[in-house]
């Protein structure tokens, strides 16, 4: 399991070794660094762990100005101007598009540092190219429509007998339900759609799962559903439904299966980029990045609760596999 420090923890300065404490010191600058969240501020705790890794040290050379949406997306606008009022040297803007959205609209001039989990940033505009983004956002991202496909097929891999999957998402994430549909029709999956518009949605459209007799459920995913994965995976095993999910962190919850990117590297590489800026780089001028390594990860102990078995094959190619 990852552990992860309270929010804003306390100073780090404590565990940094000497060199950096007297290079952060010696520093007159004080940096102000803003944090933009949708939902759950304690994902960034990675980023501020890094932060103190590569020198920069509460109290002393960094100031972090945090401001999380709880889950409401309509705050976000109101979020991000604070954070330009504050005169931030940098925000880092991480989870659904409307975060860096909000902050884009506030500001033109700040450098804005993303990370990216159910978007394509140039796609949606943000930036010119990957290679060459210009303007004010950069960052890393995990286009999450070009694992719909491989997710679906080991899904369908673990159990072979699936013949129809119900997905389960909200409207932030429409084209991962398009994609999700698209690839589990091309196996041969009749689709069920749970469309939910808010948490409150989530029980009884696991219940309309098992009433359909979908064989397993798959979950999109959204700054709502992270938040929740503790939730989503109570009401999967209740239903007795199998689930696959994107992040390590659903099948750490008690999700049964999850395929994707290690969301810890994105947010401590978010905190590189940070570093780059605040050393003279232009936003525009650092390359977006996409994860290049993905993990598998199995929690055998839900697939027992749930009277599962997975197939061998998917087994051995797990890269973690909770028991």
Not at 132 to 147: K, M
Not at 223 to 246: M, T
Not at 298 to 312: D, E, F, R, Y
Not at 314 to 322: E, P
């Amino acid at each position: 399991m990852i552990s992860r420090r309270r929010f804003l923890a306390t100073s780090g300065a404590a565990v940094l070794p000497p060199p950096l404490v007297a290079r952060a010191q010696s520093q007159g600058k004080v940096w102000r660094v803003g944090i933009l969240a949708t939902a759950n501020p304690r994902v960034y705790d990675d980023s501020i762990d890094e932060l103190h890794k590569l020198g920069y040290v509460r109290d002393q050379n960094l100031t972090l100005d945090d401001r999380t949406a709880e889950g409401n997306a309509d705050r976000l606008p109101t979020l991000a101007a604070e954070l330009v009022r504050a005169s931030v040297d940098v925000i880092i803007a991480g989870g659904t598009e409307a975060s860096v959205r909000a902050a884009r609209q506030a500001t033109a001039s700040i450098p804005i540092v993303i990370v990216a989990i159910d978007y394509d940033p140039v796609a949606q505009g943000y930036g010119a190219s990957l290679a060459r983004p210009g303007g004010n956002v950069t960052g890393v991202f995990l286009q999450q429509i070009e694992l719909t496909a491989k997710r679906m097929e080991l899904l369908r891999e673990a159990f072979p007998k699936l013949t129809r999957v119900a997905i389960l998402w909200d409207p932030s994430a429409t084209d991962q339900f398009r994609a999700a549909d698209a690839a589990a029709r091309s196996l041969g999956i009749r689709v069920q759609s749970l469309e939910v518009r808010n948490p409150d949605g989530l029980r009884g459209a696991f219940a309309t799962a098992a009433k359909e007799r979908a064989d397993a459920v798959f979950v999109v995913t959204t700054a709502v559903f992270f938040r929740e994965r503790a939730h989503l995976s109570k009401l999967a095993i209740a239903s007795r439904r199998p689930a696959v999910y994107a992040l390590r962190e659903f099948a750490e919850a008690g999700g049964l299966m999850s395929y994707g990117t290690n969301l810890p590297a994105m947010f401590r590489r978010a905190a590189v980029y940070v570093d780059k800026i605040l050393k003279g780089a232009r936003a525009g001028d650092l390359p977006m990045e996409q994860p290049t390594k993905f993990e598998l990860v199995i929690n055998l102990k839900t697939a027992k609760a749930l009277g599962l078995t997975i197939s061998q094959s998917v087994l051995l190619r797990a890269d973690q596999v909770i028991e």
